[in-house]
């Protein structure tokens, strides 16, 4: 065969393939851009336990739930600063079609790309600004503290119960309110000791807030903190504690009492059914608790006596059912001033908006 004629093939040969590959990425592209692409953004790193770990637990439910309709993204560690906007505009950018921000601080981060991308949706949790392209969502994690903090006023044997706070925010401020009703319901004798230490995670300082409270002669253990380190101090040091957002038994099987585990799943399958479906709507706000499965309760420890496992165990089911709320007159507030008559249910606004201790609690809150 002819030189000539040969070259003429093999470049034609040629022409083919790269028609052949540039048609098949052109597939793949349409194919990647079809599907609804989901992004979050985690305070800390997921793990195998606590905060972050849950929410990426529901990410994970999302993936399951679509399949190849979906496609999602996370990223970890970002501070609830002007970092926050950095890394959702990027999403944003590449495409993102509904981004979940995982974390209080990202409130005005969120608020602010959102009026820089009308047509992304974002979902803000434990936030409570909301606009066209924004809603939030919270879960009632008080109620888990109610059930917790009356194993934990059964449990004491000092009557001090420790508690390791985070931030001096409403969420933070009902859970530790909640807890200590409770608690004192269960044992009129019991008192709290708190200690703020201003993040969300840093195990050195958990660990450090809890070996103090430890030596105030605290031993049960509360936290609103996302790592296991109090968890590991409750174990060595003989005292019990709970689990935060997710079960943590692992980390010290005989004084992990039971756990508040955060059920973010069935949510996050849900908006992004609507997002895909396009009837998802902004300016909502979801508030909801144990009854919504939002908020679990974990496994009791076969430490718990019988009569007080039965008793949490009424007191959740009473929650779920509406006929009991950790919230219920009469209650003063921490100055002695009243604020809910004999009966009277706290209303949502006044539980959002929290910045006061009921009375019997010691200190102040943190301004």
Do not use: C
Request: aromatic share 10%.
């Amino acid at each position: 065969m002819n030189r000539n004629v040969l070259i003429a093939i093999a470049g034609l040969i040629a022409v083919v393939l790269a028609l052949s590959i540039w048609s098949s990425r052109q597939d793949t592209e349409v194919a990647s851009s079809d599907k609804y692409k989901v992004g979050f953004i985690y305070i800390g790193p997921p793990g195998d336990h606590g905060w972050n770990y849950q929410h990426d637990v529901g990410r994970k439910a999302v993936e399951e739930a679509y399949g190849d309709k979906v496609e999602t993204v996370f990223q970890e560690n970002v501070p609830e600063s002007a970092d926050a906007e950095r890394v959702m505009s990027q999403m944003a950018l590449a495409g993102t079609d509904m981004i979940f921000a995982t974390s209080f601080g990202y409130m005005d981060p969120v608020i602010n790309v959102a009026k820089k991308f009308p047509g992304v949706k974002f979902e803000h949790a434990t936030g409570y600004k909301t606009a066209d392209n924004v809603s939030t969502y919270s879960a009632r994690f008080y109620e888990g503290r109610s059930v917790v903090g009356h194993v934990a006023g059964k449990m004491t044997r000092t009557n001090i119960v420790g508690y390791v706070a985070s931030f001096p925010i409403p969420e933070v401020v009902r859970g530790i309110n909640s807890a200590y009703l409770a608690a004192k319901k269960a044992n009129p004798n019991v008192k709290f000791k708190i200690i703020w230490i201003f993040t969300w995670y840093d195990p050195a300082k958990e660990a450090d807030a809890a070996k103090t409270l430890i030596s105030q002669g605290a031993d049960v253990v509360l936290q609103h903190v996302d790592s296991s380190a109090i968890m590991s101090v409750a174990e060595e040091k003989g005292v019990y504690a709970f689990g935060q957002a997710s079960d943590m038994s692992a980390f010290g099987p005989n004084a992990h009492l039971t756990a508040i585990i955060n059920g973010w799943a069935p949510y996050y399958v849900e908006k992004v059914k609507q997002g895909m479906e396009g009837t998802w709507k902004g300016n909502q706000q979801v508030f909801d608790g144990i009854g919504a499965g939002m908020v679990i309760i974990g496994d009791l420890n076969d430490n718990i006596p019988d009569s007080v496992k039965k008793e949490a165990m009424a007191i959740k089911d009473g929650i779920a059912s509406g006929t009991l709320h950790p919230f219920t007159g009469p209650i003063n507030k921490q100055d002695g001033s009243p604020w809910l008559k004999n009966g009277e249910t706290a209303d949502v606004g006044t539980l959002l908006g929290m910045n006061f201790y009921v009375e019997g609690i010691e200190g102040d809150i943190p301004k």
